[in-house]
C-alpha cells in the first residue's frame, strides 16, 4: 500500500474506536510512558484520534521530567518547543483542535536537550519506519535530537505493521510505545 492509503486505512480504524476502548488504551499508555528512562521528555497532547492522553504529560510531571511540548509553526518548518507546566498551560494552536504550550517558545534546537522523544504516529514498522500525518513536521525536528536520544513513536497495537513505504528523510523510530505492548525496540530483530 502507498503511504496515502495507509493513512487512509488507520484514520478510517481510529475513527471507529469506542470511546470506552480509547480511555482504556490511554491510560495504559500513562502507565508504559512513566516507566520509560529519561530526565528531559519531548511529548505531544494528542491531537484527533491520536493514541494517548494528557494523563501521561501529568504522570511525566509528577515524576519530577521535564516535559516539552511541540508547538507548530505558521510556515512549514520544524517544531518550535515550549514547557508543559499542567493542563493550565496549554492554549489553542495554530491547528484547530490542537492544544499547545502557552508559555515561552524555546525553539527547535531545544530538541537537544532531550532524553526521550515521544512522537505521535499512525503506524510503524520493524524497521523503524514511522508514518505520520504527511506534513513533516516531525522529519523535519527530528535532525535537531541528540545523537542517543530515545524516539519512540506512540501507536495502537494494531498499528505495527511488518513494513511501511519508506523515503530518504523518514528518521527512523528507536522504540514504539503501545497500549498492550508497552514499550519496544525498533528494528525489530527475526
Known amino acids: 500500500m502507498s503511504k496515502a492509503e495507509w493513512r ?20 495504559a499508555l500513562a502507565v508504559a510512558a512513566a516507566r520509560l528512562p529519561g ?4 511529548a505531544y497532547v494528542p491531537f ?19 516535559v516539552l511540548l511541540p508547538i507548530v509553526p505558521p510556515e512549514p518548518g520544524p517544531l518550535e518547543w515550549a514547557a508543559y507546566e499542567g493542563p493550565s498551560s496549554l492554549g489553542p494552536g495554530l491547528l484547530r483542535g490542537l492544544l499547545e504550550p502557552t ?8 530538541l537537544r536537550e532531550a532524553d526521550l522523544v515521544l512522537i505521535p504516529a499512525l503506524a510503524v ?9 504527511g506534513a513533516g513536521y516531525y522529519d523535519r525536528s527530528l535532525s535537531f535530537a541528540a545523537p542517543g536520544a530515545g ?12 513494513a511501511l513505504p519508506a523515503e530518504p528523510h523518514d528518521v527512523r523510530m528507536t522504540g514504539v510505545l503501545t497500549p498492550d505492548q508497552g514499550a519496544a525496540p525498533r528494528p525489530v530483530i527475526h
Not at 17 to 22: D, G, H, N
Not at 103 to 110: A, I, K, Q, S
Not at 125 to 133: A, C, M, P, T
Not at 151 to 162: I, M, W
Open 8 to 27: 487512509s486505512r488507520i484514520t478510517v480504524e481510529r475513527r471507529s474506536l469506542v470511546s470506552e476502548e480509547r480511555a482504556r488504551e490511554a491510560s
Open 39 to 42: 530526565e528531559v521528555v519531548c
Open 48 to 66: 484527533g484520534t491520536e493514541p494517548g492522553s494528557p494523563l501521561l504529560l501529568d504522570q511525566l510531571l509528577d515524576q519530577g521530567k521535564r
Open 103 to 110: 508559555g515561552r517558545r524555546l525553539g527547535p534546537d531545544t
Open 125 to 133: 514498522d520493524d524497521e523503524g519506519v514511522r508514518l505520520g500525518r
Open 151 to 162: 524516539l519512540v513513536a506512540v501507536v495502537r497495537d494494531a498499528e505495527l505493521v511488518r
